[in-house]
């Protein structure tokens, strides 16, 4: 057996490698188990709001990140329709830090940690698999790939069908869309037909998100299908959906394309025992205005706080059991009603709601707070960090900042 770690993660993701950065940077070691040879770089999340950016600038590599993505500033939402376009700019807002997105590839991120805490000690091994776990009294026993792994406690961070979570016989409550997203990367100048760095396309059938990926022209389009269609079809009815975003042109390369199914879910518990569930593995939405990793990597860097003090004697474990608490209350109170409104307009089909959504998107451009209210949305992931003494106690401007952003249900309105 290999020698003993204070945490063992499962999963070299985003919300892994960022919760074993954070951990280690508090003088735990960690030691990261990873299925896959590498890290895994399908299109999945790109685009990363100020609450995030706040984790990347504490954690020493947001300044490596904007080298390698890109910031942005607008927004811009389209019915098609009623050929209506609209463009929101985020604006600087006293005290706030950011005025931007970063929009970069979440394999990126997942790297750039990764080489950090790797700095830190950390041990990441690719290419093994977990398949069980014994817990006693003074440790957990992780099997993977035919090895044993030794720690004290363990991290599920393995995505939203994760095993972890399943062997620790904890249930993912909610439910699973009956649509099927198809996220697709494709080099293609969309800003001349009027898109901007990111956009909603809200149609009952063409509905979209629409976002830059890079500097040199690679963009996401993801789109919504009927999940009856065989998944086999996929790459050839791209180009039929393509037909009416890029509206005939034929002038696009795909790079790459991933169809997935949608869920609002999250653990019943996020730990049992010496186990602990951080990102999609403890809790998954829609993708719709990119909550998903937004509030995952939140999950994982407060448990890394609240854990590393009960790793120091600084708190007891029972402060484990409120980052449960805290951690579903900020997904079912917060990011899933966002998600899933947001879904609701981008393919609402009643005509007359499609109108109603029309005129609060005309009230919202005429805001001239609609900026800073779009950005500051986000910032309602981080929730209670549950400690005074926690790194993230001050993570939160927006409590201190003069606009009211109200009951919104979604992040544009
Ligand atoms: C196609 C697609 C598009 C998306 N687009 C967006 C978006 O635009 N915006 C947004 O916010 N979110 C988006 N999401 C969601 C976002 O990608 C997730 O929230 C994010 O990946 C969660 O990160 P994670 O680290 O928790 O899990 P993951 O990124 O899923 O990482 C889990 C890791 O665990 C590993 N693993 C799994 N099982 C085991 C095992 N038994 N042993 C060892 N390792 C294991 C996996 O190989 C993987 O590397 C998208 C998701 C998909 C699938």
């Known amino acids: 057996m290999m020698h003993e770690t204070d945490v063992l993660i499962v999963g070299a993701g985003p919300v892994g490698?960022?919760?074993a950065l954070t951990l280690a940077q508090g003088g735990a070691?960690?030691?990261?188990?990873?299925k896959e040879p590498h890290i895994i770089n399908s299109p999945r999340a790109a685009v990363?709001?100020?609450?995030?950016?706040?984790?990347?600038?504490?954690?020493?590599?947001?300044?490596?990140?904007?080298?390698?993505?890109?910031?942005?500033?607008?927004?811009?939402?389209?019915?098609?329709?009623?050929?209506?376009?609209?463009?929101?700019?985020?604006?600087?807002?006293?005290?706030?830090?950011y005025d931007y997105q970063l929009h970069a590839g979440q394999h990126d991120v997942a790297r750039v940690a990764m080489e950090h805490a790797r700095k830190l000690g950390v041990e990441v091994l690719f290419g093994h698999e977990v398949t069980g776990f014994a817990e006693d009294e003074g440790g957990i026993t992780v099997s993977a790939s035919g090895q044993d792994f030794r720690a004290k406690w363990l991290i599920g961070a393995d995505g939203a069908r994760s095993t972890v979570r399943k062997l620790a016989g904890i249930e993912f409550e909610g439910h699973t869309w009956p649509e099927r997203f198809v996220a697709t990367n494709v080099k293609f100048p969309f800003q001349e037909l009027g898109y901007q760095q990111a956009n909603f396309v809200c149609d009952p059938v063409n509905m979209a998100?629409?976002?830059?990926?890079?500097?040199?022209?690679?963009?996401r389009c993801t789109y919504?299908?009927?999940?009856?269609?065989?998944?086999?079809?996929?790459?050839?009815?791209?180009?039929?959906?393509?037909?009416?975003f890029m509206q005939g042109r034929e002038d696009y390369e795909i790079v790459s394309f991933s169809p997935y199914m949608l869920h609002q879910r999250a653990g019943e518990t996020l730990r049992k025992g010496r186990v602990l569930l951080a990102?999609?593995?403890?809790?998954?939405?829609?993708?719709?205005?990119g909550l998903g990793l937004t509030s995952g990597v939140w999950t994982?860097?407060?448990?890394?706080?609240?854990?590393?003090?009960v790793l120091r004697g600084e708190e007891s474990e029972e402060i484990l059991d409120r980052f449960s608490d805290e951690r579903r209350r900020v997904f079912w109170d917060v990011v899933s009603p966002a998600a899933t409104e947001n879904?609701?307009?981008?393919?609402?089909?009643?005509?007359?709601?499609?109108?109603?959504?029309?005129?609060?998107?005309?009230?919202?451009?005429?805001?001239?707070?609609?900026g800073a209210l779009l950005m500051l949305f986000a910032y309602k992931v981080i929730g209670d960090v549950l400690r005074p003494d926690s790194r993230w106690a001050d993570a939160d401007p927006s409590a201190h900042v003069a606009i009211d952003i109200g009951n919104r249900q979604g992040q544009i309105y």
């Open 224 to 244: 919504m299908e009927d999940s009856a269609l065989p998944v086999e079809g996929c790459e050839e009815r791209i180009h039929q959906r393509y037909e009416w």
């Open 343 to 370: 879904k609701r307009m981008l393919q609402e089909s009643d005509p007359e709601q499609r109108r109603q959504d029309m005129q609060h998107l005309r009230a919202l451009n005429d805001n001239p707070e609609s």
């Open 29 to 34: 070691s960690v030691r990261v188990l990873e």
């Open 48 to 97: 990363y709001f100020p609450s995030t950016l706040i984790i990347l600038q504490e954690l020493g590599i947001l300044d490596e990140l904007l080298e390698i993505g890109f910031t942005n500033r607008t927004f811009g939402t389209h019915i098609p329709e009623f050929d209506y376009h609209s463009v929101v700019e985020t604006e600087p807002v006293e005290g706030i830090p």
């Open 209 to 219: 998100v629409i976002a830059q990926l890079d500097r040199e022209g690679v963009w």
């Open 17 to 19: 490698m960022l919760t």
């Open 279 to 289: 990102g999609d593995a403890a809790h998954a939405t829609n993708p719709c205005g």
């Open 300 to 309: 994982g860097v407060v448990l890394a706080d609240v854990l590393g003090a």
